[in-house]
């Protein structure tokens, strides 16, 4: 009866969870102390991408993972669906940190790594709905459209051709999407539209067909050398992973590594024909524009259209709880913003309406690392762009862990230490503000047709 009513708790998680097959019941708690070879903290997608590498590589380590929730709970069950090369720090940021060459060596990366996640799905059986129709980021004021000239030109400057990036003309842009007041945009082929819950819970299956013992409704309370503890007993290894993301604030000692900020979607009844033969989006490219406050969509595979974005407050303390996924007024903007876009959504029934946090770093930079003195690895600080660049933190930890060196563990982003962020309550000061000058710069732009300051000091803030 409890395993019953816990189905129905994760199913109303997000669209994505309701339309997931198979159970969605919990699986085993840890049964008591256990001994291991790796300990994953998280049944995400980060640390399900480590234990499935790990166990490729070497299939008689024993690997524990423990699980709060179940796996796939968090934002890897709840995403936009957007399998991409996007990486949250930019070009620019990342040749201040470690060079242009390596710079560009972590983007290659990042589009390789779009393809390994579509080559694993395969290889697994696990039907995500895969849909390799690239990106279309719009332009919809000249403003926008000089932002995403300056986008492809810095593409340029660091190697990458019209085959990575190309900049697009209204007309070109409309074919992909007829959204009102396109002025242009660029597209970049390196991103698949996926149903995120399918992803990660078919991953979840397949490392447990590896021997991966994967407990779920096991909350982790604390982690250091050569342990994981949890209520039901501590499991003892020689190295130990965090990978936590929005949930890291939870951890002893974590408040500060990493900011909570939530991402609220909404997605529609199924649309006709009719209706998509006016928004296009015919071979499933995910979409957004260049405003500053963060939009994003996609086609799902049964004609919904999941719509998502910013603008959900981040809570002081680094607060997570369920009550903040769910904001009427931020659920009312993206149905506005949704109708703007395309306004034969104007009526357009909204079944479903989620959200959760995404973990974002002080520095706005992901990372990855293992200290070998201690055993202790971790991975995350995706800001949101988490479906692809798991993968690549899986496979580097596992390579990390392994002693194998390759060209993925001399990445700028592994062992990147991102600053701590300020104390409350400052950084609640801090980040509502952002988020609060994106939109403003927003309203700001459409106003005067100029760059917004405000948008300028915010990233000079975030270190951008």
């Given at each position: 009866m409890v395993r019953m009513a816990?189905?129905?708790k994760y199913r109303k998680l997000s669209f994505w969870h309701d339309t997931v097959p198979g159970s969605l019941r919990p699986g085993d708690p840890l049964p008591g102390g256990l001994e291991a070879d790796v300990a994953i903290a998280g049944a995400g997608y980060t640390g399900l991408w480590t234990a499935y590498y790990l166990s490729r590589a070497d299939p008689a380590l024993k690997i524990v993972v423990c699980e709060r929730e179940i796996a796939g709970f968090g934002a890897s069950g709840r995403n936009g669906g957007w399998c991409s090369a996007l990486f949250p720090a930019s070009l620019g940021k990342l040749e201040r940190i470690a060079g242009a060459e390596a710079a560009a060596a972590m983007y290659r990366a990042m589009q390789a790594t779009v393809d390994e996640v579509g080559r694993v799905a395969a290889a697994e059986g696990i039907d995500c709905h895969w849909a390799k129709g690239g990106t279309v980021q719009l332009a919809r004021s000249q403003v926008q459209l000089d932002r995403a000239a300056s986008e492809v030109a810095e593409a340029r400057s660091f190697g990458f051709g019209a085959d990575d990036l190309r900049l697009l003309s209204a007309a070109e842009a409309s074919d992909?999407?007829?959204a009102t007041e396109v002025a242009g945009g660029t597209f970049t082929p390196h991103c698949a539209a996926i149903h995120p819950a399918r992803l990660v819970r078919g991953l979840a299956e397949a490392v447990?067909?590896?021997g991966v013992s994967l407990f779920e409704r096991t909350?982790?309370?604390e982690l250091g050398p050569g342990r994981l503890v949890t209520h039901a007993g501590t499991v003892r290894a020689r190295y130990v992973i965090r990978a936590t993301e929005g949930y890291t604030a939870m951890l002893p000692g974590q408040r500060r590594a990493m900011a909570p900020v939530y991402s609220l979607?909404?997605?529609?009844?199924p649309l006709p024909d009719a209706?998509?033969?006016?928004?296009?989006l015919a071979s499933r490219p995910t979409f957004s524009d260049l405003r500053h406050l963060i939009i994003y969509g996609q086609r799902t595979a049964d004609g919904r259209l999941a719509f998502g974005g910013r603008g959900a407050p981040y809570h002081l303390g680094s607060a997570v709880r369920p009550s903040f996924d769910r904001i009427p007024a931020v659920f009312a903007a993206l149905r506005r913003t949704l109708a703007e876009l395309f306004p034969v959504l104007g009526g357009v029934e909204v079944t479903h309406g989620w959200g959760g946090p995404i973990g974002v770093p002080r520095d706005w930079c992901a990372s990855v690392g293992l200290d070998r003195a201690t055993g202790v690895g971790w991975a995350g600080g995706y800001v949101g762009d988490g479906v692809a660049t798991t993968n690549l933190?899986?496979?580097?930890l596992s390579d990390l862990i392994t002693g194998t060196d390759s060209e993925i563990t001399r990445l700028p982003w592994v062992g990147h230490r991102s600053p701590r962020w300020e104390p409350e309550p400052l950084r609640w000061l801090g980040v509502n503000a952002g988020l609060q000058a994106m939109s403003w710069a927003d309203r700001q732009e459409a106003r005067t047709g100029r760059p917004s300051r405000a948008a300028a000091v915010m990233g000079r803030f975030l270190g951008s």
């Open positions: 816990a189905e129905g992909i999407t007829a447990r067909r590896r909350p982790v309370l979607m909404i997605a529609t009844a209706a998509w033969a006016e928004i296009g933190a899986g496979r580097t």
